[in-house]
């Protein structure tokens, strides 16, 4: 039995956008740590490049991560190779990690470093919207998996048990329509208006427009899981500590759990205690640490 498929006695861990405390999100660095951390799974988030590649990064601009700005949509893979998008973390990349020219990775370069952890390991893809490129987004990633030879009956890709998610229900629908539906996760959160206007710098006007288009997508997503159409909940631990039924109630219809973004101990022993089957966390060899010591305590 692999790594991936031993959840019973413990939540599986997977390493959000790569052991991501010590490293820069997304990079080469992030992610092989993670394989060292023992993560049993790693999460992307994906955008398309103006050339079509499938690229990892959180966010739609460059100006946040890289040394470079403007859209990612608006960049061909050759020009963000030449950007640097690991130094802005202030971390240290050892040799063996690679040099920074090559933390910049795309959707390939990750199912190389994944097929080279030498065990069973899981990949949960997050498709980003809106995106530019709308459902040709999801198209282009699954054209792309198929081609390193990912098998949609089964979502494995040699060693990679590959699952998608997205809070968008359009998203989700559209991959139902080629994927297992044990292999999607419709994300639910919480819509903090106050929150979405400050970080996007929006008036009230606009932020609470915005708002009302994701209260919508909420509502949506909360009935995909109800009517059991996605196999995943991805709920974050804020919705999970304010919705207490309505996670029973999901757990209780068999819905499969991913819980992010996890760091906290006391939110590590709450999705212990309520049966969540896996956990997205910044810092997988510690919340590992902590699940292993905990189950010692408790024989």
Not at 201 to 229: H, P, Q, Y
Not at 284 to 289: C, F, G, K, Q, W
Request: net charge negative.
């Amino acid at each position: 039995m692999t790594t991936v498929e031993t959840a019973a006695a413990r939540p599986l861990v997977y390493a959000h956008r790569g052991s991501s405390e010590a490293f820069a999100e997304h990079t080469r660095a992030a992610y092989l740590q993670a394989i060292a951390d023992g993560a049993d799974g790693v999460e992307c988030d994906v955008h398309l490049t103006r050339d079509q590649h499938v690229v990892l990064l959180h966010d739609a601009t460059l100006d946040r991560t890289s040394d470079g700005t403007g859209q990612v949509a608006d960049r061909t893979l050759d020009e963000l190779r030449r950007l640097d998008f690991s130094a802005w973390k202030g971390a240290r990349i050892p040799d063996a990690y690679g040099a920074g020219s090559e933390q910049f990775l795309t959707l390939p370069d990750l199912l190389d470093i994944l097929r080279a952890a030498g065990r069973g390991i899981g990949l949960a893809i997050e498709l980003k919207h809106p995106s530019p490129f709308q459902l040709g987004l999801e198209d282009r990633v699954l054209e792309v998996l198929r081609n390193e030879g990912w098998d949609p009956r089964t979502s494995m890709l040699d060693n990679i048990r590959v699952s998608f998610m997205s809070f968008s229900p359009d998203s989700v629908r559209h991959l139902l329509g080629s994927v297992p539906g044990e292999a999607v996760c419709q994300l639910v959160d919480d819509v903090n208006v106050a929150g979405i206007r400050e970080e996007l710098g929006l008036g009230a006007l606009t932020g609470g427009a915005l708002a009302n288009v994701m209260k919508a997508a909420l509502a949506e997503g909360e009935r995909i899981l109800d009517a059991g159409e996605a196999g995943m909940a991805g709920p974050g631990i804020g919705y999970v500590r304010a919705h207490a039924d309505t996670v029973q109630r999901w757990l209780g219809s068999g819905r499969k759990f991913r819980v992010w973004t996890v760091d906290a101990d006391e939110d590590v022993r709450l999705c212990r205690d309520l049966g969540i089957h896996e956990i997205t966390t910044n810092v997988p060899a510690r919340v590992l640490s902590q699940l292993m010591a905990d189950s010692q305590s408790l024989r």
